[in-house]
């Protein structure tokens, strides 16, 4: 779901005084940080791109680069563009890998092809 039909559900749910829910699943949205946490490792043992990346964005924030890079080499296994944007950053700021010109514009083609924005932004400007 793109980030402009995710808006357009959460105006509909708010003209409407509706519960927010997903616009994906249609699963209430998480109430607590530890719900939140726990619907991601659900997600992620059903192999979802999304939340494996998620998880990966944890990982990196937390400074275990280790475990970012394995969490967005999976999702980026699966086709998800985010992840192999996101492989990018790592490479190119040495982040739990050597510094890798070659695998940097490899997962930013991978990503900008796909269609994620700022990879294509960035691919036009390298």
Not at 30 to 44: A, D, T
Not at 87 to 102: A, C, F, S
């Amino acid at each position: 779901i793109c980030n402009g039909c995710d808006y357009a559900n959460v105006i509909r749910e708010v003209r409407e005084k509706l519960d927010r829910k997903c616009p994906f699943c249609r699963h209430p949205v998480p109430k607590s940080e530890e719900e939140f946490k726990r619907n991601i490792i659900e997600r992620i043992k059903a192999n979802d791109p999304v939340a494996i990346r998620q998880m990966g964005g944890y990982r990196n924030q937390e400074g275990d680069y280790d475990g970012a890079i394995e969490y967005f080499k999976k999702a980026a296994g699966l086709g998800d563009l985010g992840a192999h944007y996101e492989l990018t950053v790592m490479y190119r700021n040495r982040h739990g890998v050597e510094k890798d010109k070659k695998k940097e514009v490899y997962h930013l083609e991978k990503a900008a092809i796909g269609g994620e924005p700022f990879a294509r932004h960035n691919l036009g400007v390298i």
